[in-house]
T-cell receptor, first 113, second 113 residues
Framework: KQEVTQIPAALSVPEGENLVLNCSFT??????LQWFRQDPGKGLTSLLL?????REQTSGRLNASLDKSSGRSTLYIAASQPGDSATYLC????????????FGRGTQLTVWP | KAGVTQTPRYLIKTRGQQVTLSCSPI?????VSWYQQTPGQGLQFLFE???????NKGNFPGRFSGRQFSNSRSEMNVSTLELGDSALYLC????????????FGNGTRLTVT
């Protein structure tokens, strides 16, 4: 069974800081890893998808890395802004059950001015 | 392209009733999956449909069912509602192939009284 853990559960930082959010998974036989953000009462917004053959993906101030063998991923947010405040969720899927994502419980991020 | 559309946004039902939720995927997407999100359990996978066939199913009782139509639109039905079914129900669509990211709708907030 695939279990996904995210650390820390919550993070509160001043604007401008560089951040690292962590995600770990127990079964390394993944196909993709995807990072999402969720604003209160809303759905999930896809941020980055890393295929199992890749090591990292970048989009603007976001950089996600994947170490499949150790079952870890990190999301790096550069120069954080108050608009980055949200819950960040990590999810993995497996080739044997394509279409099903296993989610972590998320990191609730607050960036204050 | 229009995003994933879920209707209705909010729903209040009484125990014992049944409910049908609707999801229109992004144009061209053939896979639709459903998730239940609660504060206690986080995001849990319900089922996934690809080209009108259920491809994956999570560990939910038979009261939870779904279907997908030829235009890829999907419906989810919950019969004999229980208080514990109160949750945010999220629909996601994707191309359904190996490296296609999931795109989520804003969800339907179901409250069972």
């Amino acid at each position: 069974k695939q279990e996904v853990t995210q650390i820390p559960a919550a993070l509160s930082v001043p604007e401008g800081e560089n951040l690292v959010l962590n995600c770990s998974f127990t079964d390394s036989a993944i196909y993709n890893l995807q990072w999402f953000r969720q604003d209160p009462g809303k759905g999930l917004t896809s941020l980055l998808l890393i295929q199992s053959s890749q090591r990292e993906q970048t989009s603007g101030r976001l950089n996600a890395s994947l170490d499949k063998s150790s079952g870890r991923s990190t999301l790096y947010i550069a120069a954080s802004q108050p608009g980055d405040s949200a819950t960040y969720l990590c999810a993995v899927d497996r080739g044997s059950t394509l279409g099903r994502l296993y989610f972590g419980r998320g990191t609730q991020l607050t960036v204050w001015p | 392209k229009a995003g994933v559309t879920q209707t209705p946004r909010y729903l209040i039902k009484t125990r014992g009733q049944q409910v049908t939720l609707s999801c229109s995927p992004i144009s061209g997407h053939r896979s639709v999956s459903w998730y239940q999100q609660t504060p206690g359990q986080g995001l849990q996978f319900l089922f996934e449909y690809f080209s009108e066939t259920q491809r994956n199913k999570g560990n939910f009782p038979g009261r939870f069912s779904g279907r997908q139509f030829s235009n890829s639109r999907s419906e989810m039905n919950v019969s004999t509602l229980e208080l514990g079914d109160s949750a945010l129900y999220l629909c996601a669509s994707s191309e359904g192939t190996g490296a296609s990211p999931l795109h989520f709708g804003n969800g339907t907030r179901l409250t069972v009284t």
